[in-house]
């Protein structure tokens, strides 16, 4: 199917240079549903403009404010100064291509102007993740971001965080228009967009995407069991990602059915007596349930105790943690891997929490904000 025409006017060649390089990125080019054509002259661009062709425009504002009429279906306004005409949407000029890129798609599919998405559809070779312990304060979220970055290294990644509190937008520094309670809602819609939203609302940390959680613990509450499980069935379906990485609390319905959907699920341990009697009690609530399955797909992990962490989330990739990880994913995620490519038979790994790692994590520092 022919892509629509989105058209860039902007005569500082140096910004329209980078904004084409950006989209032809083998990840960006392949899901960006416009074909895109470049002005960075002025009578070029209008001798365009009167045929009517572009679907949307994203134009300079100094461009925009020449004329009073453009002719697109849909018009962002490439902002110079702090704030955009009244009229129109904008965005900061120079804010990240990512976001400029997520802006284009939001604004298309609230116009309708894309068509349903034509994904490649469930595959099979999607793995759920799912990182869930009942003590608190174990590096639970620090392990799954450093885990989720580590494996978009050579990988399609897609983080979940379901804490009432994650505090990401201040440890990021970043204003989030949307979050996971949006993505919920648009599982509702059932229009075959929903790869284009999921896409526009996806934040990047070193290759790897992540929804923003939500900011109201009390809609994170509301979410139904079957709203989150279907919301897994559309991430599956759309065949964006080789690997969701699930953060899970107490705080979402229906935890235990999404850690039943998971292939492979962490519990981080720790060695105290509370967290030892945390443990146990879950552990034998799943055994009243009859969900020894959980279990069985349980790999328990014990952290050593770290020297320093980095200081923010962008560098977890590195140092003592991103060592654990890293040689975790190569002892059970790649190796299982093979082994089902081999044709042998695995077992989920469970009550061996000193088997990659040694010494206690009862006094590990812990990343700021880091309660999961």
């Given at each position: 199917m022919k892509k629509n025409i989105l058209a860039l006017c902007d005569t500082e060649q140096e910004y329209a240079s980078h904004f084409m390089d950006y989209l032809h990125?083998?990840?960006?080019?392949?899901?960006?549903?416009?074909?895109?054509?470049?002005?960075t002259d002025r009578k070029s661009m209008e001798r365009f403009g009167k045929g009517g062709e572009a679907a949307f425009l994203l134009i300079a504002q100094s461009l925009y404010e020449e004329r009073e009429k453009w002719e697109a279906d849909r018009i962002l306004v490439l902002a110079e100064d702090m704030a955009g005409p009244p009229d129109v949407p904008w965005i900061g000029k120079?804010?990240?291509?990512?976001?400029?890129?997520r802006r284009i798609i939001e604004l298309s599919v609230q116009t309708g102007m894309l068509p349903p998405a034509s994904g490649p559809?469930?595959?099979?070779?999607?793995?759920l993740i799912g990182v869930y312990s009942p003590v608190g304060r174990c590096l639970q979220t620090t392990f799954s971001f450093t885990l989720g970055?580590?494996?978009?290294?050579?990988?399609?990644?897609?983080?979940?965080?379901?804490?009432?509190?994650?505090?990401?937008?201040?440890l990021l520094r970043r204003e989030f228009g949307t979050d996971l309670s949006d993505l919920i809602y648009f599982i509702h819609n059932k229009d075959g967009r929903f790869p284009y939203r999921l896409e526009g609302m996806a934040q990047k940390m070193n290759g790897m995407d992540f929804i923003p959680p939500v900011f109201s613990c009390m809609d994170l509450g509301q979410v139904e069991k079957e709203e989150w499980l279907a919301l897994l069935d559309e991430l599956e379906g759309c065949g964006m990602y080789e690997y969701i990485l699930l953060d899970l609390t107490e705080s979402i319905r229906g935890?235990?059915?999404?850690l039943k959907r998971c292939s492979r699920i962490y519990t981080i341990v720790k060695e105290d007596g509370f967290a030892q009697a945390k443990q146990e009690h879950y552990e034998e609530l799943l055994r009243c349930m009859e969900l020894e399955d959980i279990l069985e797909k349980t790999r328990k992990c014990r952290l050593p105790v770290f020297r320093a962490l980095p200081s923010d989330l962008a560098s977890l990739t590195h140092g003592e943690l991103a060592g654990v990880v890293g040689k975790l994913i190569?002892?059970?995620?790649?190796?299982?891997?093979?082994?089902?490519?081999?044709?042998?038979?695995e077992e989920g790994i469970s009550g061996d929490p000193g088997?990659?790692?040694e010494g206690t994590a009862g006094d590990n520092r812990f990343f700021p904000g880091d309660d999961g």
């Open positions: 990125r083998p990840a960006v080019m392949e899901s960006f549903p416009f074909e895109v054509r470049l002005f120079y804010q990240p291509m990512e976001a400029v890129v559809g469930r595959t099979g070779d999607v793995k970055q580590l494996l978009a290294r050579k990988h399609k990644v897609l983080y979940l965080n379901f804490e009432c509190f994650s505090g990401l937008g201040h935890l235990f059915d999404l190569g002892e059970d995620l790649e190796d299982r891997g093979r082994g089902r490519r081999n044709g042998r038979k088997k990659f790692s």
